[in-house]
């Protein structure tokens, strides 16, 4: 590990080996959180109809009159006749407006009897809404690469689509690696510990867009660690957390060279997370993360992340932004520090605040609440408060 590589580095060379996943067709009440595959085009305006934006009385627009009412437009329910001038027909919000009328005075501002009513001035276009205000015909409202959120998902359905195309999820088995490991639920051993990264990391995976198909804790020996990511090694993604370093019962490097993973990088000049490998065998990416619980979450959103995000089409850089530091951070002499922040408004812009002083690699409770990783530049002394940094939001 004598060469360490720098984070962008190690992201491109994750990058250059991903291969964009097939597609397929999701139902639309399925698709929260897809990345959508296509461009979706409306094959209608939307509203479809000039439809009226209150409650009231759809009129021919002209001065105060008082009106004869000549029937009724309710939502769903569209008036067939004509009005003309000299009479109205009561509308409800979301219905047609009827052919002939041009505005809507809103019930509120008349006096109404039951076969007449008195309107105020009203001019064209009076609380109408028109066709194709939202979406006109044939507009492109979603584009391929989106994440499908609420809204996304909302506007889909307003343009008559049940299902999208979508990226199919990236299939990721994530194996945690360590005799000290014990499932969560059941007693602890002597020199046991509980495996927070089999949940964490498969956390990350859901939210990423992956789909966990396996969630396997491999035993520090050789054959086992072999066995495990022999069959691991079907999915489109690995990840193995632990066992990635350069003691005597670290066997996860000699295991996946073994088994024709070809190493793309090793040891990442970043802290926490460097010891980190990554190789590639056929389509599928391998991922060996430290075992400390904060790095392998780290570098799963530095190096793991991306990774999934570019495999179903989506842009793969995590949003960041500029932040001033709100106490000073003890730089490292060589690596570049991944702290992690709340962020909180201030005058001069968003303020990056350490979660916890203490940023040990396996103070998991650092990562609790964290808005963001602030990646603070090597080099010596520290960095002052209102330093500005690079913050890559969680
Ligand atoms: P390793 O990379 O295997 O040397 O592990 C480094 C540290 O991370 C050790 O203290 C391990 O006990 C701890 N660790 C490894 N895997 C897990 C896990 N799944 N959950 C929690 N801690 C872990
Ligand atoms: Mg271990």
Same mark, same amino acid.
Request: net charge negative; glycine share 12%; charged share 20%.
């Given at each position: ?17 991903? $291969? ?19 461009? +979706? $085009?409306?094959?209608?305006?939307? *509203? ?23 029937? !009724? ?5 569209? #008036? ?12 409800? $919000? ?38 194709? !205000? ?6 492109? +409202? ?43 639920? $059941? ?6 510990? #509980? ?50 370093? +350069? ?15 070809? !190493? ?15 190789? +590639? ?8 993360? *430290? ?36 106490? *000073? ?52 002394? !520290? ?12």
């Amino acid at each position: 590990m004598s060469d360490l590589i720098t984070i962008d580095e190690a992201r491109k060379r994750v990058l250059s080996a991903v $291969t964009r996943l097939g597609d397929e067709a999701v139902a639309l009440a399925a698709a929260l959180g897809r990345v959508l595959a296509e461009d +979706v $085009t409306s094959p209608l305006p939307v *509203p479809p109809f000039d439809s009226s934006a209150m409650d009231g009385f759809a009129v021919v627009a002209g001065p105060a009159a008082e009106l004869s009412v000549v029937g !009724e437009a309710r939502a769903g329910h569209p #008036y067939s006749g004509r009005v003309e001038a000299g009479s109205a027909v009561r509308i409800s $919000t979301g219905a047609v407006v009827p052919d002939g009328a041009d505005a809507v005075v809103p019930v509120e501002r008349t006096t109404a009897g039951k076969e007449e009513v008195s309107v105020p001035e009203s001019a064209p276009g009076e609380n109408v809404r028109r066709a194709g !205000e939202d979406i006109p015909l044939n507009a492109v +409202v979603l584009r391929a690469g989106i994440q499908l959120g609420p809204a996304e998902l909302g506007v889909a359905a307003s343009v008559g689509r049940a299902e999208l195309e979508c990226a199919k999820k990236p299939r990721v088995a994530v194996l945690v690696t360590g005799d000290e490991l014990t499932e969560p639920g $059941t007693a602890l051993g002597p020199g046991a510990i #509980y495996s927070s990264n089999a949940y964490a990391l498969g956390a990350q995976v859901e939210r990423a867009g992956g789909d966990v198909v396996q969630r396997v804790t491999v035993p520090d020996d050789a054959e086992g660690t072999r066995r495990a990511l022999k069959e691991a090694l079907g999915a489109d993604v690995v990840i193995v957390s632990g066992g990635v370093s +350069v003691g005597p019962h670290d066997h996860v490097k000699p295991a996946l060279r073994d088994l024709g993973a070809e !190493e793309r990088f090793w040891g990442v000049s970043l802290r926490p997370g460097k010891p980190t490998w990554f190789g +590639v065998r056929g389509d599928t990416l391998a991922f060996g993360l *430290p075992g400390n619980p904060v790095s392998a979450m780290v570098t799963f959103q530095l190096f793991v992340r991306p990774a999934l995000a570019a495999a179903q089409g989506r842009a793969p850089d995590a949003p960041r932004l500029i932040a001033t530091l709100e106490r *000073p951070i003890e730089r490292n002499p060589h690596r570049e520090q991944a702290v992690r922040v709340h962020l909180l408004p201030s005058q001069n812009g968003p303020m990056a605040a350490p979660t916890k002083d203490a940023q040990g690699s396996h103070v998991l409770t650092s990562m609790v609440g964290a808005d963001g990783l602030a990646l603070i530049a090597p080099g010596e002394g !520290e960095a002052p408060a209102g330093e500005r940094v690079e913050v890559e939001l969680l």
